[in-house]
T-cell receptor
Framework: ELKVEQNPLFLSMQEGKNYTIYCNYS?????LYWYRQDPGKSLESLFV?????AVKQEGRLMASLDTKARLSTLHITAAVHDLSATYFC??????????FGKGTLLTVNP | DTAVSQTPKYLVTQMGNDKSIKCEQN?????MYWYKQDSKKFLKIMFS???????INETVPNRFSPKSPDKAHLNLHINSLELGDSAVYFC?????????????FGPGTRLTVL
């Protein structure tokens, strides 16, 4: 059974600082996704990572994938308050079924 | 607007009642899903349909019955509602032919069972 573990589950950081969220998964998978969820809202797709070594960046967020280590990271650069949200990673094992991590609640403090 | 839409957004009901949630997507996708997000924000897949055919059916009580009248619509009917059914239910859709198979989520239906 595929297991997806995120850490940390809670992250409180100051504006301007850098930090990384980690996503480990237990079995070989085809695609890895990062989603953002604001309180009371839907899930917004941030990144789709398909292959080993894939790196994608959008603004202050950068996601990478190491399929050999079964690890993806979401790096936050110079955090701003607007990045406060819950971030989920999710993995697809070629069966079009997403298995989600528990989410990381990020709070960026001024 | 191209999107995944759900109705209703909020649903408050008594234990034992039967209720339905509807989902529609106008993205031209062929695959739709129902997810349940519990109070701890954990997301778990419940069902998936591809071109009106049920392809994923997780371990869900048979009080939950999905139905897809066409590939743009997926409904979820819940019989004999229980307190533990309180959650946010998200519909999502994707196109299996695309390389990314990115799933797009609806706004969610917050179900509260009293």
């Amino acid at each position: 059974e595929l297991k997806v573990e995120q850490n940390p589950l809670f992250l409180s950081m100051q504006e301007g600082k850098n930090y990384t969220i980690y996503c480990n998964y237990s079995t070989t998978s085809d695609r890895l996704y990062w989603y953002r969820q604001d309180p009371g809202k839907s899930l917004e797709s941030l990144f789709v990572l398909l292959s080993n070594g894939a790196v994608k960046q959008e603004g202050r967020l950068m996601a990478s994938l190491d399929t050999k280590a079964r690890l993806s990271t979401l790096h936050i650069t110079a955090a701003v308050h607007d990045l406060s949200a819950t971030y989920f990673c999710a993995v697809d094992r070629s069966n079009y079924k997403l298995t989600f991590g528990k989410g990381t609640l990020l709070t960026v403090n001024p | 607007d191209t999107a995944v839409s759900q109705t209703p957004k909020y649903l408050v009901t008594q234990m034992g009642n039967d209720k339905s949630i509807k989902c529609e997507q106008n993205l031209g996708h062929d695959t739709m899903y129902w997810y349940k997000q519990d109070s701890k924000k954990f997301l778990k897949i419940m069902f998936s349909y591809n071109n009106k055919e049920l392809i994923i059916n997780e371990t869900v009580p048979n009080r939950f019955s999905p139905k897809s009248p066409d590939k743009a619509h997926l409904n979820l009917h819940i019989n004999s509602l229980e307190l533990g059914d309180s959650a946010v239910y998200f519909c999502a859709s994707t196109s299996r032919g695309s390389s990314y198979n990115e799933q797009f989520f609806g706004p969610g239906t917050r179900l509260t069972v009293l």
